[in-house]
């Protein structure tokens, strides 16, 4: 699993002039998925999300969870975060995992944030032409990566 996460002050996400999902200050949170994510990744992904200290505390320093700031989490399906560039101009999504395989994971996903920050995490529509509306604070953006669990 791949994600973008991005402190913000508010986001929102838009299907077909819907809104489906809208928070004020928390995390949105990108997540690719590719075919060989399991659930250990899942949890793994899940627990660093909101733990992860980048909310500001009365010093202003990077001292805060989403949990300690009861902020909001809005989570968005995102394919092209496994995009290859290596050769050509086009991008190729070989490594995302095919829908059958992503969207359980991307709900359960969603589940597990859910009961980890205790509200419900706001969502995309998953495999949609979704709009993202959203004040990044600070700006504060962090990229994460399963494969990758020594470097975060």
């Known amino acids: 699993m791949r994600a973008v996460i991005q402190r913000v002050k508010h986001a929102s996400c838009t299907v077909d002039s819907q809104m489906t999902g809208q928070i004020q200050q928390g995390l949105l949170i ?12 899942l949890k793994w992904l899940g627990q660093k999300f909101v733990n992860l200290r980048i909310f500001e505390d009365e010093h202003g320093l990077m001292n805060k969870s989403i949990q300690d700031i009861g902020g909001n989490i809005l989570l968005i399906s995102q394919f092209t975060l496994f995009a290859q560039t290596k050769k ?10 095919k829908p059958n395989t992503a969207k359980p994971l991307y709900e359960e996903m969603a589940k597990l944030l859910s009961q980890l920050i205790n509200q419900q995490v706001q969502l995309g529509v998953f495999g949609a032409d979704m709009k993202i509306n959203l004040l990044n604070d600070g700006p504060v953006t962090i990229i994460m990566d399963t494969k990758d669990k020594d470097n975060f």
Not at 90 to 96: C, G, M, T
């Open 88 to 97: 050509g101009n086009r991008p190729s999504f070989i490594r995302a995992a």
């Open 30 to 41: 990108l997540l690719g998925i590719e075919e060989a994510d399991t659930m250990e990744d």
